[in-house]
């Protein structure tokens, strides 16, 4: 059974950046087409970026398309999210998982962006 633990959320001012990490314990990941979902309050979750298994093919939702960059260690069982240009509306929980949702999902980490 594969455990999802992201970290790097916190508090920003619009405008500001965040790096998020999801590790993977349990299993390797590296096989495995990842992506980063977030939900805000009252909101289906959605997919913002995913990343294939060699890194080497990305995309990425609309609204976060030249502010978000998913990158990915398979060594280290990690994926990232470098979070840029930060807004107000980019106020969610953060989580990853495989694309199709395979793992059970994590606790998440928390995004506030103030304007």
């Known amino acids: 059974q594969v455990q999802l633990v992201e970290s790097g959320g916190g508090l920003v001012q619009a405008g500001g950046s965040l790096r998020l990490s999801c590790a993977a314990s349990?299993?390797?990941?590296?096989?495995?087409?990842m992506g980063w979902f977030r939900q805000a309050p009252g909101k289906d979750r959605e997919l913002v970026a995913r990343?294939?298994?060699?890194?080497?093919?990305?995309d990425y939702a609309d609204s976060v398309k030249g502010r978000f960059t998913i990158s990915r260690d398979n060594a280290k069982n990690t994926v990232y999210l470098q979070m840029n240009s930060l807004r107000p509306e980019d106020t969610a929980v953060y989580y990853c998982?495989?694309?199709?949702?395979?793992?059970?999902w994590g606790q998440g980490t928390q995004v506030t962006v103030s304007s």
């Open positions: 998982n495989t694309a199709d949702y395979q793992f059970s």
């Open positions: 349990g299993r390797t990941f590296s096989g495995y087409t």
């Open positions: 990343i294939n298994w060699s890194g080497g093919i990305t």
